[in-house]
């Protein structure tokens, strides 16, 4: 017995809730079960019971004995003054408030249907498990339950990556044009260059930005030069000349220290996201779109956001991919898989954040715009799709990668639905 399930068994009501006496035989009425709480202190707050026919309101403490109360040293503990009813699998001491008044005890382990209890013990049996607990059960979890799961998984991703958008908008004293350049940056790094082209932002403001968001040219200078790509002075390539020019000519003028941005790599790299490519298209977007914050916040549909982000590097790199070295020409444009990601980790979560501060919930719109996005492709998603899950969307992609992340890896199968539904026995 375990206190999640505890917990569980009292949540979501699966004791007999008729003819509860306590263990000084007290007769036990649950009007409200109360608040469950994830954090420190009593287990669940506000809760509103009948005991002896006098009503009480207060907290609810749940151990799998009674004596843990003392092991955990409740006792001393004034937050736990309130606690109006212990519940515990087994009723093994008399349990006090600091002030010596008794606290009134339920045992459940006669109470709880076997079958619970053997549907527990199914899902957490680790004998035959390869991926998560509840595998060979979770394709039996369809319809409503599952979709509003997908859905609630999906906010609680976007929170999570709010968490970053707030950090940098402190650290960036509520700009939020410079938080979407931050964002950017790591986005177009992707996992190689993310904390290279993110230390850029550090380096070069937002305010930067603007003052020469004229010329493509200057910033994809100051972009490169500042990521150590124009320090070599062996290169015979006019292009890489005239951008190094250019470059120590704004470094002096706005004091750029290059030292702090770690040279991205190329190691490992597909050509079409090497470094040069990216700082060049990232250039070019912020050239072909004076007010970008503002109309990533206004977009609404996948068409618009295509049609924003679509920017291609200059001319130069149509047939180069790293300096000197001629190659095959391919236009170099963002392509609609790349804006997907950007959409997904970057612009959609901004978005998400930055209404949430205004007070508007744009979840439905949000989540819309994710149905259309084609769904990621890892070996997560794999496994759960091998399991009989279809993932249709990168809503649903997003949603099963929070489900495996939060839930499944760190065995929080009771706050989850799948585990939910399957316990209903």
Same mark, same amino acid.
């Given at each position: 017995m375990?206190e %999640?399930?505890?917990?569980?068994?009292?949540?979501?009501?699966?004791?007999?809730?008729? &003819?509860?006496?306590?263990?000084?035989?007290?007769?036990?009425?649950?009007?409200?079960?109360?608040?469950?709480?994830?954090?420190?202190?009593?287990?669940?707050?506000?809760?509103?019971?009948?005991?002896n026919?006098?009503?009480?309101?207060? /907290?609810?403490?749940? #151990?799998?004995?009674?004596? %843990?109360?003392?092991?955990?040293?409740?006792?001393? &503990?004034?937050?736990?003054? @309130?606690?109006?009813?212990?519940?515990?699998?087994? %009723?093994?001491?008399?349990?006090?408030?600091?002030?010596?008044?008794?606290?009134?005890?339920?045992?459940?382990?006669? +109470?709880?249907?076997?079958?619970?209890?053997?549907?527990? $013990?199914?899902?957490?049996?680790?004998?035959?498990?390869?991926?998560?607990?509840?595998?060979?059960?979770?394709?039996?979890?369809?319809?409503?339950?599952?979709?509003?799961?997908?859905?609630?998984?999906?906010?609680?991703r976007?929170?999570?990556?709010?968490?970053?958008?707030?950090?940098?908008? $402190?650290?960036?004293?509520?700009?939020?044009?410079?938080?979407?350049?931050?964002?950017l940056l790591?986005?177009?790094?992707?996992?190689?260059?993310?904390?290279?082209?993110?230390?850029?932002?550090?380096? +070069?403001?937002?305010?930067?930005?603007?003052?020469?968001?004229?010329?493509?040219?200057?910033?994809?200078?100051?972009?490169?030069?500042?990521?150590?790509?124009?320090?070599?002075?062996?290169?015979?390539?006019?292009?890489?000349?005239?951008?190094?020019?250019?470059?120590?000519?704004?470094?002096?003028?706005?004091?750029?220290?290059?030292?702090?941005?770690?040279?991205?790599?190329?190691?490992? $790299?597909?050509?079409?996201?090497?470094?040069?490519i990216?700082?060049?298209? $990232?250039?070019?977007?912020?050239?072909?779109?004076?007010?970008?914050?503002?109309?990533?916040?206004q977009?609404?549909?996948?068409?618009?956001?295509?049609?924003?982000?679509?920017?291609?590097?200059?001319?130069?790199w149509?047939? #180069?991919?790293?300096?000197?070295?001629t190659?095959?020409?391919?236009?170099?444009?963002?392509?609609?898989?790349?804006?997907?990601?950007?959409?997904?980790?970057a612009?959609?979560?901004?978005?998400?954040?930055?209404?949430?501060?205004?007070?508007?919930?744009?979840?439905?719109?949000?989540?819309?715009?994710?149905?259309?996005?084609?769904?990621?492709? @890892?070996?997560?998603?794999?496994?759960?799709?091998?399991?009989?899950?279809?993932?249709? @969307?990168? +809503?649903?992609?997003?949603?099963?990668?929070?489900?495996? /992340?939060?839930?499944?890896?760190? /065995?929080?199968?009771?706050?989850?639905?799948?585990?939910?539904?399957?316990?209903?026995?």
């Open positions: 375990t %999640d399930l505890l917990h569980f068994i009292w949540k979501y009501k699966r004791l007999p809730l008729q &003819d509860l006496v306590t263990s000084n035989n007290e007769k036990l009425q649950i009007i409200d079960l109360g608040t469950h709480n994830l954090l420190a202190g009593p287990d669940f707050f506000n809760a509103h019971l009948k005991i026919g006098q009503l009480w309101a207060g /907290n609810v403490e749940i #151990h799998q004995k009674s004596s %843990d109360w003392y092991v955990h040293n409740h006792e001393r &503990d004034t937050n736990y003054d @309130n606690v109006i009813l212990h519940v515990v699998w087994q %009723d093994d001491a008399r349990v006090f408030r600091s002030d010596n008044s008794e606290i009134p005890t339920l045992e459940l382990q006669k +109470m709880i249907s076997p079958d619970l209890l053997l549907a527990y $013990l199914n899902l957490f049996d680790q004998r035959h498990k390869t991926f998560i607990n509840c595998e060979k059960q979770i394709s039996q979890i369809k319809g409503i339950i599952w979709s509003h799961w997908l859905e609630r998984l999906y906010i609680e976007l929170e999570s990556k709010s968490d970053l958008i707030f950090e940098r908008l $402190l650290h960036s004293n509520n700009d939020w044009e410079q938080v979407l350049f931050s964002l790591k986005n177009f790094g992707s996992k190689v260059n993310a904390v290279s082209f993110m230390a850029l932002a550090d380096v +070069m403001d937002y305010a930067t930005v603007r003052k020469l968001q004229q010329s493509a040219f200057k910033l994809e200078s100051v972009f490169l030069g500042l990521s150590g790509l124009l320090d070599q002075t062996e290169v015979e390539d006019k292009y890489y000349k005239t951008l190094r020019k250019e470059y120590h000519f704004l470094k002096r003028k706005f004091g750029f220290v290059s030292q702090l941005v770690p040279r991205p790599d190329f190691f490992k $790299l597909r050509p079409h996201n090497f470094p040069t990216r700082l060049s298209q $990232l250039a070019e977007l912020y050239a072909k779109s004076q007010n970008l914050f503002n109309e990533a916040m977009a609404a549909t996948l068409k618009e956001y295509y049609e924003l982000f679509g920017a291609e590097a200059s001319a130069y149509k047939n #180069h991919f790293t300096f000197g070295k190659s095959k020409q391919s236009a170099k444009r963002l392509t609609k898989p790349f804006i997907n990601l950007l959409l997904i980790n612009i959609l979560p901004l978005k998400y954040a930055y209404y949430k501060t205004k007070g508007l919930a744009i979840d439905e719109a949000i989540i819309e715009v994710m149905y259309e996005i084609g769904k990621e492709a @890892n070996h997560i998603i794999d496994h759960f799709e091998a399991l009989g899950i279809t993932v249709r @969307n990168a +809503m649903e992609s997003q949603s099963v990668l929070q489900l495996y /992340n939060e839930y499944c890896s760190k /065995n929080k199968c009771l706050q989850c639905a799948v585990a939910q539904k399957l316990l209903q026995v």
